[in-house]
């Protein structure tokens, strides 16, 4: 009796665990039986296995057939251990020999006709076999500039099960193993250029993406509100490596990986619509938990547009990451912690027919509608929010100007050198922007000048702002000041911040 091993991964959110799988093939009645706790996808491995087993001319053990996943408690899920279960199989039956496959993990799921199929997950799976002492791996052959990222790993790529078996005997591979990527950076169709006038929007954009503070745009449609937040990406530093490691990662366990280059450098941008449930804006599910846009735009923006339109309850699921920059979901597998730290931008039309400017619009709807409709955004939510900058028309004069406004390069630049001069800044921190000071540094290290800190008491006795909207502007004047290269926050720097934080004129 002969026992078949190879190691493939389960992963429970980003977290990996090393799975070994064991064959054992005996005398006995002939039957197929799959222990440790595999969910319904996994259960059909059997029948992929053994019909791409079948089709590459190899021949399916006519006996007793018994698959082991170990640890036997953790549970597992999806197509990804069809390659491994199959080389397994083949192993215990030996028709191949099991020193190849030593000390290495394999992911891939099978069509009946043998090709190795893509899989979700693969940048996480292979960060964690890294962590467990495991430095080779096999790949399928569309995953294979997601698994280029491990450059600390051997990684090795295939299309169909008959490559895997020929090198597995052979040693012979038929791909190169080129795996260089390139890093790709900012996106070229989008620009500030392309905006008129909105100077109002487009400084508090400005602002947003220095020191990465939430902004909510409030102004009829079509004034430019989902132009200017579209654009914000365009003016936020590239990501480092690090960083696009991690979004990359997010994004490959939900299956939204195909959209972007697994080493883009660009922030990403992610818009769901009004209408999207709380658990696809913070992640979720029975079986599978996956990621939720919150998490999708890990270092970048979400933006949601018609923000009083979502359902009740959605936008104050978002108070947990806007605080933390996780966000924890409970389910009976246990609880698994995505990260969350993105930049909110909301938009939101001032009234439910949208033409309440006061600016000779013919609005119909009443106060009552104008509040209500508002007062969808709750407080505690409202409270977590930045800035809120009321987007007008745009003016006649602005439509005929025939010379484009800033462009986002020029943007781009002065967001930059805030970032430097905070980063400098905050160097002896564990802190990068100015949205994360912790609250106990505000009134300690990172006070503005004296007659800043007292106007800011006067608000605060009058109750014009809470606590948490006293911090909010400190930390938005920071960022003001880093714009307009003050070493320490002014009394103007702290107005404006005020200004910004209540949607008054700047």
């Given at each position: 009796m ?12 980003l977290?990996g ?14 039957m ?16 992929r ?22 640890p ?5 899920s999806?197509?990804s251990?069809d ?5 397994a ?11 190849p496959?030593s000390?290495m ?37 569309a ?6 990222l491990m450059?600390q790993?051997e ?23 080129e ?11 989008l ?7 909105q ?16 902004l909510?745009l ?6 430019g ?40 450098l660009?922030?990403?941008?992610v818009?769901?619509?009004?209408t ?13 938990i ?18 009083p ?29 995505f ?37 969808k ?21 602005e ?8 462009s ?5 630049a ?8 905070a ?10 922007l ?6 106990r540094?505000?009134r300690?290290?990172?006070r ?9 008491h006067?608000?605060l ?5 809470t606590?948490r ?12 000041a ?6 320490v ?18």
């Amino acid at each position: 009796m002969s026992i078949g091993q190879t190691h493939s991964v389960a992963l429970l959110g980003l977290t990996g665990s090393v799975v070994e799988i064991e064959v054992d093939i005996s005398d006995g009645i002939p039957m197929y039986s799959l222990l440790g706790l595999p969910d319904a996808a996994l259960q059909e491995s059997r029948d992929r296995v053994r019909a791409a087993i079948s089709n590459c001319n190899e021949v399916w053990p006519n006996r007793k057939v018994t698959v082991s996943l170990s640890p036997a408690w953790l549970p597992k899920s999806g197509s990804s251990f069809d390659l491994s279960i199959a080389l397994a199989i083949l192993i215990a039956h030996g028709t191949l020999p099991q020193e190849p496959f030593s000390s290495m993990v394999v992911l891939g799921e099978l069509a009946l006709d043998g090709k190795v199929r893509s899989v979700r997950g693969v940048l996480p799976a292979l960060i964690a076999a890294y962590k467990s002492g495991i430095t080779r791996a096999i790949v399928p052959a569309a995953n294979r500039s997601e698994a280029a990222l491990m450059t600390q790993m051997e990684i090795l790529t295939f299309e169909s099960l008959r490559e895997v078996l020929l090198w597995g005997r052979t040693g012979e591979h038929p791909v190169a193993q080129e795996l260089d990527l390139e890093p790709t950076d900012v996106d070229e169709y989008l620009d500030f250029a392309d905006v008129a006038g909105q100077s109002k929007a487009r400084f508090a954009a400005e602002v947003a993406a220095s020191g990465g503070h939430h902004l909510l745009l409030i102004g009829p449609p079509g004034t430019g509100k989902t132009m200017i937040a579209s654009r914000i990406p365009t003016i936020l530093p590239s990501l480092t490596i690090d960083q696009a490691l991690e979004v990359t990662a997010v994004h490959s366990i939900s299956g939204a990986l195909g959209s972007r280059s697994p080493m883009s450098l660009v922030a990403p941008i992610v818009s769901p619509h009004h209408t999207a449930s709380r658990v696809a804006i913070v992640g979720g599910g029975s079986h599978v938990i996956k990621p939720g846009a919150c998490s999708l735009a890990h270092h970048g923006v979400l933006f949601i547009d018609e923000a009083p339109e979502c359902a009740i309850g959605v936008l104050d699921s978002l108070r947990q990451p806007l605080e933390s920059g996780t966000i924890t979901i409970t389910r009976s597998v246990g609880n698994i912690t995505f990260p969350a730290h993105f930049l909110l931008v909301l938009a939101a039309n001032p009234c439910p027919c949208g033409k309440f400017t006061g600016k000779g619009r013919n609005c119909t709807c009443s106060s009552v509608q104008v509040r209500r409709y508002l007062g969808k955004l709750s407080g505690p939510l409202m409270d977590r929010i930045d800035m809120r900058v009321q987007v007008d028309p745009v003016s006649r004069v602005e439509m005929a100007q025939t010379e484009l406004g800033e462009s986002s390069a020029e943007i781009r630049a002065r967001v930059m050198s805030a970032r430097q001069a905070a980063a400098q800044r905050f160097s002896k921190d564990s802190w990068q922007l100015n949205a994360q000071i912790p609250s106990r540094e505000l009134r300690g290290k990172y006070r503005p000048q004296r007659d800043a800190m007292n106007f800011l008491h006067d608000e605060l006795d009058r109750e014009r702002i809470t606590a948490r909207g006293l911090h909010k502007v400190i930390r938005l004047s920071w960022t003001l000041a880093d714009l307009a290269g003050h070493a320490v926050p002014t009394l103007e720097d702290v107005e404006r911040a005020h200004s910004l934080r209540e949607g008054t004129d700047l």
